[in-house]
């Protein structure tokens, strides 16, 4: 996006035509309304940036199909020029000619065309030079088929258009549109506007259609249609006088026949241009992120920082990209439809002129420092009431227009430092992610790099296969609620980005759930098809690997009973409650892991969750499921199996910041071996680690499990892990969250409780002899035979004499004999014991580290 500086934001409003309400389309779903239509197709009008084209920013629907575009705007135009009612100078008319074939070639390279090029759509910037402003009006309305108006001013348009006539698409007796206007069409245009600026007023205005029909018909028997023109408005003395180069333009522009007509292109190399090209340096598009060569921003600053924001009457704001001005004008309260209606009558392009002046934003706020040895300066008064706002609720710090504005400009930051400011970047997403570059924020979370578009162009994403039947009787049915997932263009894009995935992994099928977890990254980067492809290659194999193998049975039903046990770790008596109902995991969960809970909540929500899911490993989703469950607890525990399956039927609103701030909670709770999955995705070397250094806390989302070793947990049968209620843990976890003095290898940082407290206990369940013989320290003994008699039936319960005061602590049985161990478990979760785990492999592995003590001797 191109910065503010002197432009304005300007907005404009028209009809999409309306669709009969009683008419379905060839699947038996209701037509896509016209304005959900032109909604899609605009979407990549925001990507054509270009210093001849006034930027497109936004548009919003309202009601009776209203739509309301927001673009850079300015005040000034060449109707400005022709209302001086003299002519303009020939140099000043090659320059306009020049200027706006430039931005006509970039739009036709974009395979776009104006066509309604008009005095009023030519704008002029504070420097006198074009800016094509509704150039986009003819793509978004699909040739105008999607509007009861005519694209384009008869007077500008040429020949060949007025022959076709008018066509609108509620027009019923017209079956066949007419042809898409090409290139040359805006030459014409052009052609019509520079001989008015060389006469010095508008021609060829209030004159009827059938007069102007008559007068082309005229045109097209002349050889020479300058001077035709020049006659008919008595104006030949001035068009002779003009330069020959001049007279040699307009007549190339206004040639009666298309294919003697050059395009824009052809003209930019004309010789009318030999002494006016040199002045212009060729545009270059600028270097984007995920490219094959990313560059990073240039993050030097100078000795003085200060000298950024010395002066105090800077305008920063205007430095920063058109869309982000736009994005915060709209948390500020704007409101497009209000702005048009505060104009007394609904025009096309009043300037929105309430934009915020943020006048208390610190200079520093735009250039903020990204090393924290930097950062010892001092704070301003903007900055400390910023601090207190990261305490606020997340939907109240995403609407608030200053806080907004320093996590963009941070982020925007760190995103040009990408992939060397990764770790920063993964750093400030824990406080939150700026909705306006979550996209971007997402991809570099997810740790996508490279030429992305040129892995995703080779991809065949047109041959038909068995799959594309599957995708199309999906799509339709996917958050379509959603304006811009349901218009064709959404419907496209799906198609593509889905099909590309299916192609690109051919050991892997496409399942029912998958266009749900494509939907975000299409949301979020809807017009960069390759990023949301790059991002959901990247996000699958890090949460859901191996789930769309043809055969996933075994994949999901270990997911599934790994999250069975993760519900008796957190809340047993809920665990206890819906296994004796039989409401499993089965009957629920699958849609919520296989689409990770894309398919359950709708976008908005979404958004929130998964800004903290992506910066968890593949474990914090059964976090999330059984903060989910929580929500529901009561309701839960109080009803039986019909009432369950219906309350899931139609799941009840739940509290995403909640759920979220749960979700933590849990995962802070739960040892990392605990999710402990055989099927899950095999460790990464260390040099392709998702972060740059070591993470600075056991419990970091970022966490890379350590290379396999023979204190890790070892792989179990599914028929054997669906018997035990209670997760193991590794016995290297045990040891780190002891705090023993292992080997180096082990070590990390301890997470405690807020009592300060280690949170582990280790439960010795062996007799008192071996128990004597060796023990972890800081661990107590209950025999197993003081609990359980021959026959396993329960003696006394533990719970309630030995581990009484133990209830708020992850306890983990130890045992020589697993069996005794699970059993102990067990009975710990049946009375309702939270946070109950086994030591994997028992005290037989254990004895292997040397860590064991032994009592001295009492003397």
């Keep these: 996006m191109q910065p503010l500086r002197d432009a304005e934001l300007g907005a404009s409003t028209f009809f999409a035509s309306p669709l009969p309400h009683d008419v379905c389309g060839s699947n038996g779903l209701p037509l896509t309304p016209n304005s959900i239509k032109i909604l899609g197709r605009f979407q990549i009008l925001k990507t054509i940036t270009h210093p001849r084209l006034c930027q497109y920013v936004d548009i919003s629907r309202g009601k009776h199909e209203r739509l309301v575009i927001v673009a850079e705007h300015y005040e000034k135009s060449l109707k400005d020029l022709l209302k001086q009612g003299k002519p303009v100078s020939p140099e000043k008319v090659l320059q306009v000619a020049y200027e706006v074939l430039e931005g006509l070639e970039f739009m036709n390279n974009h395979g776009m065309v104006h066509r309604a090029l008009s005095p009023s759509n030519v704008l002029l910037d504070h420097e006198g030079k074009v800016k094509l402003a509704k150039f986009g009006l003819y793509h978004m309305t699909d040739h105008g088929a999607d509007v009861d108006f005519p694209i384009g001013y008869p007077s500008y348009l040429p020949p060949e258009v007025i022959a076709q006539g008018c066509f609108y698409s509620s027009d019923p007796s017209i079956i066949e549109a007419p042809l898409p206007s090409g290139p040359k069409t805006d030459v014409w245009s052009l052609g019509v506007l520079l001989f008015e600026l060389c006469v010095g007023r508008q021609i060829l205005q209030n004159i009827d259609i ?195 504005l320093t996590r963009i400009v941070l982020f925007d930051r760190l995103l040009k430092a990408y992939p060397y400011k990764k770790y920063q970047i993964w750093k400030e997403a824990r406080v939150d992610i700026p909705p306006l570059l979550r996209g971007l924020a997402w991809a570099a979370l997810l740790g996508v790099e490279g030429d992305i578009q040129s892995k995703y162009d080779g991809i065949d994403k047109d041959t038909p296969i068995p799959t594309d039947r599957q995708i199309e009787v999906d799509i339709p049915r996917c958050h379509q609620y959603d304006e811009l997932l349901s218009s064709p263009q959404g419907h496209i894009k799906f198609r593509r980005v889905l099909k590309a995935w299916v192609v690109s992994h051919p050991d892997l099928v496409y399942w029912q759930g998958l266009d749900s977890l494509c939907a975000p990254f299409l949301y979020l980067n809807f017009n960069n098809e390759a990023l949301a492809y790059a991002c959901m290659s990247a996000f699958i194999p890090k949460y859901l690997y191996n789930f769309f193998l043809k055969d996933n049975s075994h994949v999901i039903q270990e997911y599934l009973t790994v999250f069975s046990q993760m519900i008796a770790f957190h809340d047993p008596e809920l665990s206890n409650h819906l296994n004796e109902i039989g409401f499993i995991p089965d009957l629920y969960a699958i849609p919520w892991f296989l689409t990770m809970f894309t398919h359950v909540f709708p976008l908005h929500k979404i958004f929130h969750l998964w800004d903290t899911l992506l910066l968890g490993n593949s474990s914090f989703p059964f976090c999330i499921g059984v903060a989910i469950l929580q929500q529901l607890r009561d309701r839960l525990l109080a009803n039986g199996f019909n009432e369950c399956i219906l309350l899931f039927s139609d799941l ?23 999710t402990y999955r055989q099927h899950a995705q095999p460790n990464k070397p260390a040099s392709d680690s998702n972060s740059f250094g070591k993470t600075p806390s056991y419990y970091s989302s970022e966490y890379q499990d350590l290379t396999k070793t023979d204190l890790s947990r070892e792989p179990l049968k599914l028929s054997e892990l669906k018997a035990e209620v209670s997760p193991r843990i590794s016995v290297e976890d045990l040891i780190d969250l002891c705090e023993l003095s292992g080997p180096a290898c082990f070590k990390t940082p301890v997470k405690r409780a807020r009592t300060g407290k280690p949170k582990i206990l280790a439960v010795d369940i062996r007799s008192l002899e071996d128990f004597s013989r060796g023990h972890i320290p800081g661990s107590i003994n209950i025999p197993y035979t003081s609990t359980f008699g021959p026959e396993g039936e329960l003696l006394q319960c533990p719970a309630t004499s030995a581990l009484a005061g133990y209830r708020f602590r992850v306890i983990v049985i130890l045992s020589s004999i697993m069996k005794n161990a699970t059993t102990f478990a067990a009975h710990l979760v049946k009375v309702n014991f939270p946070r109950v785990c086994v030591l994997d492999g028992g005290m037989n592995k254990m004895k292997s580290t040397g860590l064991l003590t032994v009592p001295s001797p009492q003397i």
């Design 210 to 404: 059938s007069e102007r029909m008559k007068f082309i018909i005229t045109l097209g028997c002349m050889d020479d249609i300058i001077t035709v023109l020049a006659e008919e408005h008595g104006c030949l003395d001035t068009v002779k006088e003009l330069p020959e180069n001049v007279q040699a333009l307009l007549r190339k522009c206004l040639t009666f026949l298309p294919s003697k007509r050059p395009t824009p292109a052809e003209l930019l190399g004309d010789s009318v241009f030999e002494n006016i090209s040199c002045q212009y340096t060729p545009y270059q598009s600028p270097v984007r992120l995920f490219a094959a060569a990313p560059c990073c921003s240039h993050l030097q600053l100078p000795e003085d920082i200060s000298e950024l924001w010395k002066d105090d009457g800077e305008n920063y704001l205007a430095e920063r990209a058109i869309d982000e001005v736009h994005h915060l004008w709209c948390l500020a309260g704007g409101d497009l439809e209000k702005e048009l209606t505060n104009q007394e009558i609904i025009q096309s392009k009043p300037p929105i002129c309430t934009l915020p002046k943020l006048k208390d934003v610190a200079g520093e706020t735009y250039y903020p420092l990204l090393e924290d040895e930097q950062s010892s300066l001092p704070q301003s008064n903007s900055s400390n009431e910023l601090s207190a706002t990261v305490t606020l609720p997340l939907i109240i710090r995403e609407r608030d227009t200053e806080y907004q």
């Design 652 to 674: 009840p609103e739940i509290d995403i910041e909640r759920c979220v701030r749960e979700s933590i909670n849990l995962f802070c709770w739960t040892p990392k071996s605990a």
